[in-house]
């Protein structure tokens, strides 16, 4: 399979790179386009005409548009998913549901646009005032490889909406899917106003540079968003960052042992722990430690590592070989600093160890609490046990470390619960949940405190990204 990437007609890079399989890095799954610098000129000049006419017209016409690309969706949705499985090493039910929530937030936020993105007008007896939303021009999403489909919708159906034209630039570790799903909102919209362009980091520099580009989105590690964050301000670009996080699950001594242990494996090990929300470390109370760690174990044995077309399989392979080499040396570091190192699951026979990219899922505890697989993002199936005495001190020293993407709490009494959460630094607090957020999960914020991002996405916030302000007044005569 040859990626093509987009613009107002497809477009092939000066060379190709090869994407493999992560759970048999012989196979060879689709050579992805390398486009220059060059390329992206030419695009952004194209965009720079379209856009001007996108902007021109009603809120209303741009929905429409938009909407017409949720039965696309839903008629590819097999090809899409499969796509995603094949080169992430995801199992179905994640992908599925990646795709089906994004088709829900495509809907909501449709929904929201109208009265989110309309003028507001004051007057009295001498002024008129008009506060306008207008789009800043061409923007740029810069999208990572773990959600593709979740993070590319919470960042082009905004741009578009709001009047903007917009480049995305896939991962090169996942380019495949994404560019399927964003081909087809192509066909929605007018030549030109959505492209995707394939590159390595080089594109990705000449996008955030670029002068007629004046919005950066990116999704993607801390230490690389601060150097978006530096690069865009020499030409003062609006920038949304969503970084990492080291999200942690404090559990107080009153909590259901087992089913916080189930949640929390299911929270730290789908997608092989590779997402920014995954569980990164788990906090216990010295009372019911050992009882925890029994627990978890028990809910981490149950997991099945293989390949995703092994409908056994419960957990798949991480992304590529240097994800692989990373994690098994921060798991020899843990050993050699004399941690507790627990490999939990079985292993199928499907799974290949010599070409696929396996980590079994592995527990850790007695480890001191500043060892780097505690204070750093691990984005692997590891995850570390620690336990505390005092709520109050263990709520401080959280909060004075640099993360705050979100976290969460386990315990009985909801009152008490929901006041430690109020003091926590963070986007997100989970009360008795890892992940779940209700039937209005897309009306909530997504984004980070501190080093863990700035801006907003998802619903009428992640609207807000892609505007700006403009107000024209005068006399009422």
Known sequence: MHLRSFAT???????SIELRAPHDQRQVIAMMPVCSK???????????IIQKEWAQQSIEERALCIASFIPLIEAHLDEIIEALRTEQGMLDSVVRR????SISQINHTLQVAPAELAS????????????????????????PWNAPISLATAKVIPALLSGNAIIVKPSPRAPIGVTLFLDLLRS????GLISVLHGLDELGEAMIQHPDIRKISFTGSTAVGKRVAASAASELKSVQLELGGNDAAVVLSDADIKTTATQLIDSAF??????CYATKRVYVHTSIKEHMIEALIAAAEKLQIGPPSDPSATLGPVIDKDAQQRLNKLIEKVKAANATVRPCGTVLESADPVNGCYVQPTLVWNIDHAHNLVTEEQFGPILPILEYENISELIEALNNQNYGLSGSLWGSDLTELQDIARHIEAGRVFINAARAMGHFAGELPAGGHKHSGLGWEKSVFGLREYYQYQTINGPSR
């Open 188 to 191: 929605c919209l007018p030549p």
């Open 98 to 101: 990646e795709v089906q929530e």
């Open 9 to 15: 007609t497809q477009l092939l890079g000066q060379e």
């Open 120 to 143: 507001i007008h004051l007057a009295d007896e001498s002024y008129t005032a008009e506060i306008r939303k207008v789009p800043f021009g061409i923007t740029a999403a810069i999208v």
């Open 270 to 275: 789908r997608r092989s722990g590779q997402f």
């Open 38 to 48: 060059d390329v992206l000129a030419e695009v952004v000049e194209q965009a720079k």
